[in-house]
């Protein structure tokens, strides 16, 4: 059968990518109706993180922002299919940065810099929309599959222009390598940590929330500047990116203050439109450590 498994992905990815865009997205409404209403997919998780992260909206709302959200999960799933059989041009026109130059200043005074970014609008299509959008070349960091044919296939055509993609678990191997030409490294940091007990906790959608220390580690030790990757959904298929700077100083900066940054300025995009964040994700399944006495 995992001989199998190859061919039939890579015959199911060529097919899927001759259809066009309407037809994807009238396959995207017929997908969220039996996701919504037949396998009712992950829908408890959905309803009490929104619940616990907007105590002050009725079920009704809360019921409206979760029936958008599956639509726009939809979408994403089927965009993020799509982009193994599309050009970097087409990726391009449907995922415009509105202020590389932003981040361009710093590529002309030869520095690297982190982008982060959180499960929310299309993160998918930023790296590899990238590579013609700045000067830098992007690094965006994925965890390989376990079948070699696979995760070959997968960096082949995930991969556009010059843009490069590294294992996440090779991260620091990746710092050390990429040291001559400015490399954007593409991080996102939204997850929940392995440990609760290491993770920085803070305060996010009205809830203790452990965070991750990993982006802000590597910017505080290379000294990179941070910026926030604040991606807006223009209309279906069509994105816009907006680099927001974090931290230009990052090796001067508090332990724990550019993390906070970050989830804050996540934040602060979720509460505006909060459909378009990842709402299956467990997010809260930890609980703070209580300090010991002492």
Partial sequence: MDKLTFPIIRLFVFLFGLLPFWLIYGL?????????????????????????SFPNKGKTEIARIAKQFYHHFCDIFLESLK??????????????????????????????????????????????AAGSQMKHIPIGFYKPLSNKEIDNYLQKTRVKGRSILASITKTSETFQVFRDEPVAFYMIADQRPASARLAYWMKFLNQDTP??????????????????????????????????????????????????????????????????????????????PQKKPG
């Fill in 211 to 288: 965070v991750l220390h990993g982006p802000e580690k590597y910017a505080r030790i290379h000294d990179y500047p941070v910026f926030y990757s604040n991606v807006q959904k223009v209309r279906r298929g069509f994105y816009q990116l907006e680099f927001i700077l974090i931290e230009a100083d990052p090796a001067n900066s508090r332990i724990g203050e550019i993390a906070i940054k970050f989830m804050n300025t996540l934040e602060q995009k979720i509460t505006e439109h909060p459909q378009y964040y990842l709402w299956t994700h467990n997010r809260w399944k930890f609980t703070r």
């Fill in 83 to 128: 982009s193994f059989s599309m050009s970097e041009k087409d990726v391009c026109n449907h995922y415009r940065f509105i202020n590389p130059e932003l981040v361009n200043a710093f590529y002309d005074q030869g520095r690297h810099v982190i982008i982060i970014a959180g499960h929310y609008n299309n993160w998918e299509w930023a790296g590899i």
């Fill in 28 to 52: 995207s409404d017929l997908i969220y109706f039996l996701v919504f209403y037949v396998i009712r997919y992950r829908k408890k998780v959905v309803f009490k993180n929104l619940a616990n």
